[in-house]
């Protein structure tokens, strides 16, 4: 629990956060996160 809340400290250093809270919708959150940053480049 402690490694949990210095986690939610830091959240506000990283540019997006996915809560893993149900794996399939975290995972299409992060898919999705990580092919808008590839079309970027």
Do not use: P
Not at 2 to 28: C, K, M, P, T, W
Request: hydrophobic residues 50%; glycine residues 2%.
């Amino acid at each position: 629990m402690r490694n949990a809340q210095l986690e939610i400290a830091r959240a506000v250093e990283f540019d997006v956060q996915v809560i893993n809270d149900v794996f399939e919708a975290s995972y299409g959150q992060f898919k999705k996160i990580v092919e808008n940053w590839l079309a970027d480049d």
